[in-house]
């Protein structure tokens, strides 16, 4: 069966699964800005605002700071692709062959990961932006 069938299944009343109009990938049900297939890919309620999935940071690293992202994949069939820009018209995909990524588990059980830049921040105003694609 295909899992995003599945996953609808077990997080709308049937009424609502039936609906691809509520539950179909790229409707937002719960309002909060995210498509169902965020939700589904994050492993986020999607009849419930408070779930993000993931959020930006910054991190220390030998007294210079980078951006970061965090993020969870719950879903085994969508890609998710962590990218860095500054100036968010040219973005350049994270490398996890020579870019800093962290792995682990949320206490729910979901696979985490963080993925560190490249490029520091300076204090010249350097400005970074990151963002999390989403694909099935």
Same mark, same amino acid.
């Given at each position: 069966?295909? @899992?995003?069938?599945?996953?609808?299944?077990?997080?709308?009343?049937? @009424?609502?699964?039936? *609906?691809p109009a509520v539950s179909g990938s790229g409707i937002d049900a719960?309002?909060?800005?995210?498509?169902?297939?965020?939700?589904?890919?994050?492993?986020?309620?999607?009849?419930?605002?408070?779930? +993000?999935?993931?959020?930006?940071?910054?991190?220390?690293? *030998?007294?210079?700071?980078?951006?970061?992202?965090?993020?969870?994949? @719950?879903?085994v069939d969508t890609r998710l692709q962590v990218e860095f820009s500054a100036d968010l018209v040219n973005w350049m995909p994270a490398?996890?062959?020579?870019?800093?990524?962290?792995?682990?588990?949320?206490?729910?059980?979901?696979?985490?990961?963080?993925?560190?830049?490249?490029?520091?921040?300076?204090? @010249?105003?350097?400005? +970074?932006?990151?963002?999390?694609?989403?694909?099935?």
């Amino acid at each position: 069966a295909d @899992a995003y069938f599945t996953w609808t299944w077990e997080n709308f009343p049937d @009424a609502m699964a039936m *609906d691809p109009a509520v539950s179909g990938s790229g409707i937002d049900a719960d309002g909060d800005g995210y498509s169902n297939l965020v939700e589904y890919a994050l492993g986020t309620d999607p009849l419930s605002v408070p779930g +993000r999935g993931y959020f930006q940071s910054v991190i220390e690293i *030998d007294g210079a700071l980078f951006l970061a992202l965090t993020y969870q994949s @719950a879903a085994v069939d969508t890609r998710l692709q962590v990218e860095f820009s500054a100036d968010l018209v040219n973005w350049m995909p994270a490398d996890p062959q020579s870019q800093l990524y962290i792995s682990g588990m949320t206490p729910e059980g979901i696979p985490e990961s963080t993925v560190i830049d490249r490029v520091a921040l300076d204090s @010249a105003g350097s400005r +970074r932006f990151v963002r999390l694609k989403i694909s099935r």
